[in-house]
């Protein structure tokens, strides 16, 4: 008989290969199965007030008409490029929206991975992944599809460039090249910019981390100082060209001198922080950790330039959150993600008690509250691939109930059954918006919802109620959990009722009188 030899065992090395390809696919597996659970319910939630504003904005800008000439907006219009987009070629159902929100998001996590350190592990990528994505999917409808987030991506790609960048300021690389990536970059910030201006704050320390005392320095700052004015100039020259641009400097320069000094806490702020830190919990501790180690790695900026460079956006992100933006949720969502990925960078060049730490307090993370909500989707994820989002549903799965969908959708019935036409119907409140799009109705006015304009801008009251007296406005619906009890001499006006929900049957000019009558405590 022949002798099939000595057996030979894997070596160590092989071993540890065999263990890491195991753990890999363990972890894609629990990745896809975490999407394939989540994404109905995710896709099926009613989209934020926020986010139904600038829905409107966008259909009143694609119908031909000027944002903030005809149709109210107290922000930089630079989502309209993103949602014009997507609602020109996909429709306007809300799925629609949260299935581009859940994209763009997948796209952010995957930048976030790449800018762990090289030595990162494809398993070490996979767990950032899943903690940012668990993180995001247990947070409420209040942080999907907000600029916060959305602008993200154009500032990680700005960031990207900015990490080659510093390559290119060292070793001699053309001119030319070098002006062109710097070009590129401040187009990339530009673009962030125009979502919200706040991206300034970690743009500016990254460029302040990569600078070098040479006139290539120099030459860089000019190129990205270039491409972000090429892009503002191009915006302007869009609001110039539209009729926009007086209606938008008015709004920018004077208004909103009284909205930033509005206190949206109601002079409640630590009551609201510790609502916020609750609905962030655990996660928002994240920043215990990512701070101090944010702080380490741009004192070593020497040693570990790459390291540093994300932890200043990192550091300038969330000073700007905390110092500049007010206390909502949606403005602390991208910290969180970029704090957990502080953490990761760090573990990947720590030794393995601090990396089983680090996954044992995630694992803690995931299991304080996911499971639950894993559960609550499971059980309606076949309605959901059913039905879609119908109101009852996203009563349901809300996790922040702002308003009542249900009670809405009886409303609607109700004004479609009196044939509202455009211009006919007023919204008292934010959360009440809805209600132009499913009756496929303008505005009586270019403020969709009059309340927060008369509160929070005081001084600009008269102009908001010159312009209501002008309207054909027939019907004004009001939350009634959301201001001041209903007057005794404006009863007889109601028309309909459901739930939380009141009908007015109100004219324009009657509505700085209602006002006057039920919102003056509040302002």
Wanted: aromatic share 12%.
């Amino acid at each position: 008989m022949l002798s099939s030899g000595p057996r030979l065992e894997p070596s160590p090395h092989e071993q540890r290969a065999v263990a890491g390809r195991a753990a890999e696919c363990g972890l894609w597996f629990l990745l896809l199965g975490i999407l394939a659970v989540n994404v109905p319910a995710f896709v099926c939630m009613g989209l934020d007030p926020d986010v139904l504003q600038w829905d409107l904005n966008t259909r009143a800008v694609l119908r031909g008409d000027a944002i903030y000439r005809d149709t109210a907006e107290n922000n930089l219009p630079g989502m309209l490029v993103p949602l014009a987009l997507i609602r020109g070629v996909f429709g306007w159902r809300s799925e629609v929206l949260r299935l581009a929100d859940l994209l763009i998001v997948l796209i952010a996590t995957w930048q976030l991975t790449r800018l762990l350190p090289l030595a990162a592990t494809a398993s070490q990528r996979l767990m950032l992944a899943i903690a940012v994505l668990v993180f995001y999917l247990s947070t409420s409808e209040w942080c999907h599809g907000q600029r916060d987030v959305w602008m993200l991506l154009p500032a990680l790609a700005a960031l990207s460039l900015r990490r080659r960048q510093m390559s290119r300021l060292v070793i001699q690389e053309s001119s030319w090249v070098l002006f062109a990536a710097a070009f590129a970059e401040g187009l990339l910030w530009a673009a962030a910019f125009w979502i919200k201006p706040f991206v300034a704050v970690p743009a500016l320390a990254c460029w302040l981390l990569s600078a070098r005392r040479t006139w290539r320095t120099a030459l860089d700052g000019v190129g990205v100082l270039s491409g972000g004015l090429a892009a503002g100039a191009a915006g302007v020259a869009w609001l110039m060209a539209t009729g926009a641009w007086p209606a938008f400097a008015e709004v920018m320069f004077v208004w909103n001198r009284e909205y930033v000094a509005h206190d949206t806490t109601e002079g409640e702020y630590w009551l609201c922080f510790a609502g916020m830190a609750y609905r962030f919990f655990p996660w928002i501790l994240v920043h215990l950790v990512a701070v101090p180690v944010a702080l380490r790695q741009v004192w070593r900026l020497r040693a570990d330039p790459a390291s540093a460079l994300f932890a200043g956006f990192y550091l300038g992100w969330l000073v700007q959150s905390v110092c500049l933006q007010h206390l909502f949720d949606y403005v602390h969502t991208p910290p969180v993600l970029l704090g957990l990925t502080v953490v990761a960078s760090w573990c990947v060049a720590s030794g393995p008690v601090t990396r089983r730490t680090v996954l044992v307090v995630l694992m803690v993370c995931v299991l304080v509250r996911f499971p639950t909500s894993c559960i609550d989707r499971l059980a309606v994820w076949g309605d959901c691939v059913r039905d879609g989002s119908t109101p009852a549903m996203r009563d349901r799965l809300t996790s922040l109930a702002k308003g009542n969908w249900a009670d809405l959708d009886r409303v609607k019935t109700f004004l479609r059954d009196q044939h509202v036409e455009d211009g006919e119907l007023g919204c008292m409140d934010m959360a009440t918006i809805s209600l132009y799009d499913d009756l496929g109705v303008r505005p009586a006015t270019r403020f969709h919802f009059v309340k927060n304009w008369v509160v929070a801008l005081p001084r600009q009251r008269r102009a908001v109620y010159a312009e209501l007296a002008t309207t054909r406005q027939r019907f004004m619906v009001y939350d009634t959990e959301r201001g001041e009890p209903i007057s005794s001499a404006w009863s007889e006006r109601i028309v309909f009722r459901a739930g939380r929900y009141v009908v007015f049957r109100l004219s324009g000019p009657e509505t700085p009188r209602w006002i006057e009558a039920h919102l003056e405590k509040d302002s």
